[in-house]
């Protein structure tokens, strides 16, 4: 009866060591799988964290893009009001300097009158008042 006694408990020992050895291999499973899912996990928060950051840079150059356009189109509208401005100062500087207008400004608020003919003058003499310097063109 001995005999049989040990090979049960030999027995019982040979089931109990695989079973240890069956735990041991869960165990060794179980902490691969949630190594893996640790993994996953960190390796989909990084990518969350580059697409967050990717798309935060794609909304700052649109808006930078935006501020430069609209600030293009207020120099557009300014160019066109200093062209305007430019070309109204342009006619009024022809309408200054016509001769029609000069005539009528020395006649009406200087009291002149417009020559016959032209006059040239000896600015070079030294006797400017005198009457030889005075040369009248025609005669």
Same mark, same amino acid.
């Not at 989909?44 to 964290?49: G, M, N, S, T, Y």
């Not at 200087?110 to 032209?118: G, I, P």
């Given at each position: 009866?001995?005999?049989r006694?040990?090979?049960?408990?030999? %027995?019982?020992?040979?089931?109990?060591?695989?079973?240890?050895?069956q735990?041991?291999l869960? %165990?060794?499973?179980?902490?691969?799988? +949630?190594?893996?899912? /640790?993994?996953?996990?960190r390796g989909?928060? +990084?990518?969350?964290?580059v697409?967050?950051?990717?798309?935060?840079?794609?909304?700052?150059?649109?808006?930078?893009a935006?501020?430069?356009?609209?600030?293009l189109?207020?120099? +557009?509208?300014?160019?066109?009001?200093?062209?305007?401005?430019?070309?109204?100062?342009?006619?009024?500087?022809? +309408?200054?300097?016509?001769?029609?207008?000069?005539?009528?400004?020395?006649?009406?608020q200087?009291?002149?009158?417009?020559?016959?003919?032209?006059i040239?003058v000896n600015?070079?003499?030294?006797?400017?008042?005198? /009457?030889?310097n005075?040369?009248?063109?025609?005669?």
């Open positions: 009866m001995l005999a006694r040990f090979e049960y408990y030999e %027995e019982d020992y040979a089931l109990e060591a695989e079973r240890q050895r735990q041991e869960k %165990e060794r499973k179980a902490k691969k799988e +949630q190594a893996e899912c /640790r993994a996953l996990r989909l928060l +990084q990518l969350a964290a697409g967050f950051c990717g798309y935060m840079a794609c909304v700052a150059l649109s808006s930078w935006m501020y430069e356009g609209n600030s189109v207020a120099l +557009q509208k300014e160019e066109k009001l200093i062209g305007r401005r430019n070309s109204e100062l342009n006619i009024e500087v022809e +309408q200054l300097k016509s001769p029609n207008r000069i005539i009528s400004f020395a006649e009406g200087l009291d002149m009158k417009v020559a016959r003919s032209t040239y600015a070079a003499a030294k006797g400017a008042g005198r /009457r030889e005075v040369l009248l063109a025609g005669k």
